[in-house]
């Protein structure tokens, strides 16, 4: 059943809601965050990081707009948070993409019993706020959402603060209009695939489970499910996810020479190939340069299930990826091909219709889904529009760790490693493109 009866405006001026935890959960994350925690608990437990919130909208001053003390509040409940029994059971049992334990016995056990997230920083500068996390890496991957879903809703709490309850009456009439729009036009395309990737930059929590609960009521089997497990769990969804940026970037920086770095991008596909038995066979290949990824593949990895795009134009990496495959003598539409970067209705119905029936396209709709507040605030103003916040890998042991991207301005580490890196794998800068969120 849709979850019609929230009362937005009412929550938002009810004095108990604004002192509600943000996360409620610790399953209330992406799915491919316990996907990799299982692979850096198996594969490489004494390694420490160091990550960092990063805002991309340097025109949003953060620390202007975000209550420090109430975020370092709301990041100490979620370090006082553990795994429910009940969770831990659904994850151990449940089967994901058709396949029962993925979760091993004995990492079900250490995160009910050991798991625990490391400690951080929070300091200003120059109007922007500083959250760093250092530590293991098994007590760091998991902040990445955690701290990104808590920034974006305690931006949100700032500004809903500032309206009246006619404003927000009004603001979220205009968001559900305009939610209800873009599902319209997908209903008269129902072969069109959709997974809700939107938890790190999300509104909020409450808005993100209407959207979720609006989707499956009206789109059906177009929704094939949800990143976010805690919603997944809680809505009987298929969780969706396998892994991330993190992953090569680590085993780059771990690398003692140019040969060992260059060949750390398809290392970690054998070491996570190994780690789940031959499932969970999703690509991501943009973290130094897809086209030179795919020039430099193995023959193994074009049996792959597929690949997700998420910093070139999904149009051009999507044939690039068909024509790699055909060139390998492998059929494209035996393939997944998952678009995630920045999308709104319009793109995934154009992809739609460019790719269907050449390769099996899916969509990933994120922070467009869960946080379009854009032209909804009653006072014209920007402050709930979403911006680009994301929280990246910073050092692995102490060494820098570098993503490329095929966008430029995704580029993360000191600019002289960029540019070493660059070389090695051959990766020029490109043309850059504005990062919407």
Not at 173 to 190: E, G, Q
Not at 321 to 326: G, K, V
Not at 379 to 391: A, F, K
Request: hydrophobic share 40%.
């Amino acid at each position: 059943m849709v979850c019609m009866n929230v009362n937005f405006a009412e929550r938002a001026h009810n004095h108990n809601w604004k002192l509600d935890p943000i996360v409620r959960s610790l399953l209330d994350t992406d799915f491919y965050k316990l996907l990799m925690l299982q692979f850096i608990w198996k594969n490489f437990p004494t390694v420490s990081v160091t990550s960092e919130v990063v805002n991309r909208t340097l025109r949003v001053r953060l620390a202007d707009e975000i209550d420090a003390p109430g975020l370092i509040a709301q990041m100490e409940h979620v370090r006082s948070l553990r795994f429910r029994r009940s969770e831990l059971i659904w994850l151990a049992g449940n089967t994901f993409y058709g396949t029962r334990q993925i979760f091993e016995p004995a990492f079900l056990a250490w995160l009910e019993t050991d798991f625990r997230l490391s400690t951080y920083t929070l300091s200003q500068h120059d109007g922007q706020l500083s959250l760093r996390f250092s530590g293991l890496w098994t007590e760091v991957t998991m902040w990445e959402i955690y701290a990104l879903a808590l920034v974006s809703e305690m931006r949100t709490r700032a500004a809903l603060a500032r309206l009246n309850e006619m404003e927000l009456d009004v603001l979220y009439a205009r968001a559900k209009t305009r939610l209800w729009d873009k599902i319209d036009r997908l209903r008269s395309v129902p072969e069109v695939s959709i997974s809700e990737f939107g938890t790190r930059r999300r509104h909020s929590f409450l808005w993100q489970e209407y959207v979720i609960q609006t989707m499956r009521a009206t789109l059906g089997t177009s929704l094939s499910g949800s990143s976010n497990t805690f919603l997944a769990y809680k809505h009987d969804l298929e969780a969706m996810g396998t892994n991330a940026h993190e992953l090569p970037m680590a085993l780059a920086a771990l690398a003692d020479d140019d040969a060992t770095l260059y060949s750390a991008q398809y290392r970690v596909l054998e070491l996570w190939q190994k780690s789940y038995g031959g499932e969970l066979l999703i690509l991501l290949p943009d973290t130094f340069g897809t086209t030179q990824f795919l020039n430099g593949a193995p023959q193994w990895v074009a049996d792959w299930t597929g690949q997700r795009v998420d910093s070139k134009a999904p149009f051009i990496a999507g044939d690039e990826y068909i024509a790699w495959l055909e060139a390998r003598g492998r059929d494209p539409r035996r393939k997944r091909l998952i678009a995630s970067d920045g999308l709104d209705v319009e793109q995934i119905l154009k992809l739609h219709e460019y790719f269907n029936g050449r390769i099996r396209i899916s969509a990933g709709w994120g922070t467009l889904l869960t946080n379009d507040f854009r032209g909804c605030h009653p006072r014209g103003e920007h402050d709930l529009e979403p911006i680009s916040l994301v929280c990246k890998l910073m050092t692995v042991e102490g060494r820098p760790a570098i993503k490329l991207s095929d966008n430029p301005r995704k580029s993360t580490g000191p600019a002289d490693e960029i540019e070493r890196y660059r070389r090695v794998f051959g990766t020029p800068a490109g043309e850059a493109t504005e990062v919407i969120v």
